[in-house]
């Protein structure tokens, strides 16, 4: 019976992508470039160092990047359909949450603001400086330090950086996507909203 649950945020629990994408099109639409919308989505599916890398951008674009879609995202992102009802009965079951996640401090004011921040035991972000997914350092850190039997733990993400990280920490995975390739994960689903019926069944 899985007790511990490891999550992705973006593309997850929440559904941000479309204002990152949305932000990162425009920024490189404003210097003149022509841009694939669905490029960048394909690209951002792999991890947005990938997209980062595909379009050569500056640190400097990156860091007014992060700082934009911040500020956008708080309005206009929020937790997917049958989120807030999940974290709500694993939580009721004795479940434990935690994050792992890429992204900054940026975290917190979207949690708070949807008031999901009581659920999750610890928020493991860029500021912690772990490696990066796929390599499974933050993972592990988590199991060690909550003690997680790994035969109850689980990790759950949408990118397969995320369930290489759960399979390489010796736990079970489980893929969010439409058209999963080849991967690693224990189960898959199509997207955040068939989680329900993967977790509680």
Request: charged share 20%; glycine share 6%; aromatic share 8%.
């Amino acid at each position: 019976m899985l007790k511990h649950f490891i999550w992705g945020f973006d593309g997850t629990l929440f559904d941000t992508y479309p204002v990152l994408i949305d932000v990162f099109v425009d920024m490189l639409e404003s210097e003149g470039q022509s841009v694939d919308r669905e490029r960048v989505a394909e690209l951002m599916a792999i991890s947005a160092k990938t997209m980062y890398g595909a379009f050569a951008v500056s640190e400097a674009f990156i860091t007014n990047y992060k700082q934009q879609k911040a500020a956008i995202e708080r309005e206009r992102s929020g937790p997917f359909p049958g989120i807030h009802e999940l974290l709500e009965t694993l939580s009721a079951s004795g479940a434990t949450h935690h994050i792992v996640t890429h992204r900054g401090t940026s975290i917190h004011a979207l949690l708070a603001k949807h008031e999901l921040t009581h659920h999750f035991q610890d928020i493991l972000t860029a500021e912690h400086s772990f490696v990066r997914k796929p390599d499974p350092e933050a993972v592990t850190y988590l199991i060690n330090r909550h003690q997680m039997t790994l035969d109850e733990t689980i990790m759950i993400g949408d990118r397969e950086l995320d369930v290489l990280a759960g399979h390489r920490a010796g736990i079970a995975t489980c893929l969010i996507n439409e058209r999963p390739n080849e991967t690693v994960a224990t189960y898959t689903v199509p997207t955040p909203e068939q989680l329900h019926e993967r977790l509680l069944t």
